[in-house]
């Protein structure tokens, strides 16, 4: 696990607005809270071994079999999970999330006997917004062993992103905590063709996710108005404003997410700054393997949340 994630408000004092996250901002919880609060017992008992009652849901929503969806505790787990059973060698395009690269590393070279190699895609891909298209996708399978697709983001772009196919080759991973915008609650799962996840549920730990958990994951299927849905327009007014100022660049995106970097400075002066002077989050993007002490990330909030940000940039730049 590298250091520096981002959603790490913990270290400042008083932060207002956070651009660190790339979870879409600002949906109300409250029914859900309420929803929980009025089942206490549900922390009296052990959950379920396996979620199998929200892998039972999530099979419907997707039209599959159970036994073709996984439950995990975000998905974290399920890149985890993924690399421990199957132990290839990892093709990972880059820059990306860095937790396929360190999920495979633990294994510490231990690959299975069997010459492959497994294809790690984020799509949209975690911190360019980039969408790669079926073709790509249909490329990566016909080349590789296993291909292994993390759409997480698939609600934050209006961009076509791999359908639900279940093929002997691939895997899905998927994240309630992203499409709910609810990281607290660690909720994802995989869905994969049955001779994929016959194997993965070897490596499973018991009650790893939990009882309130899965009950909030069953509430949150039966209501898709909780469904996250960044407003694609404003990212794009954002990442305009900011092409704007000189000495910043800003990547093309398709997502509410958006790579930037600064030509004089590093994202890390710019962060502090940020953070001390304005009260605002910003992604320090050097330790994604490809990037330079110069890029950060930030997801888009509200108008007026963007604007500050936009301005507390320019005088960083200009001062």
Not at 108 to 119: D, E
Not at 129 to 136: A, K, S
Not at 247 to 255: D, K, M, Y
């Amino acid at each position: 696990m590298i250091e520096g994630h981002g959603d790490d408000a913990y270290k400042y004092k008083d932060i207002k607005s956070d651009f660190s996250s790339n979870i879409c901002a600002h949906g109300s919880h409250q029914n859900l809270l309420n929803h929980l609060a009025a089942h206490p017992e549900l922390i009296d008992h052990y959950p379920e071994p396996e979620a199998w009652t929200l892998e039972r849901m999530l099979a419907e929503r997707h039209d599959i079999d159970p036994k073709q969806v996984i439950v995990t505790s975000g998905a974290t787990e399920a890149i985890y999970l993924i690399a421990q059973t199957f132990r290839l060698r990892p093709v990972i395009p880059e820059p990306t999330f860095s937790e396929y690269a360190d999920a495979c590393s633990i294994i510490n070279g231990q690959w299975s006997k069997v010459n492959g190699q497994c294809c790690w895609i984020c799509n949209p891909n975690n911190p360019t917004g980039e969408v790669y298209d079926q073709l790509y996708i249909d490329k990566m399978m016909a080349e590789h062993e296993l291909v292994v697709i993390d759409q997480s983001y698939a609600n934050y772009t209006d961009r076509p992103v791999c359908c639900d196919c279940i093929a002997t080759n691939l895997i899905l991973i998927h994240s309630m905590t992203k499409d709910y915008g609810v990281p607290g609650l660690r909720l994802g799962y995989i869905t994969a063709h049955e001779s994929l996840t016959e194997q993965i549920r070897r490596h499973m730990r018991p009650w790893s996710v939990s009882t309130l958990a899965v009950e909030a994951g069953k509430y949150l299927l039966q209501h898709d108005e909780l469904i996250c849905r960044p407003d694609l327009q404003e990212a794009q007014r954002l990442r305009e404003k900011l092409c704007a100022i000189e000495g910043i660049e800003v990547a093309p995106t398709q997502t509410n997410f958006m790579l930037c970097r600064l030509e004089h400075h590093t994202a890390a002066e710019l962060k502090e700054y940020l953070a001390n002077e304005h009260h605002i989050l910003i992604r320090d993007a050097s330790n994604f393997k490809g990037l330079t002490p110069h890029h950060f990330r930030i997801a888009a909030q509200t108008p007026e949340e963007n604007n500050a940000l936009v301005e507390a940039i320019r005088d960083f730049i200009e001062h």
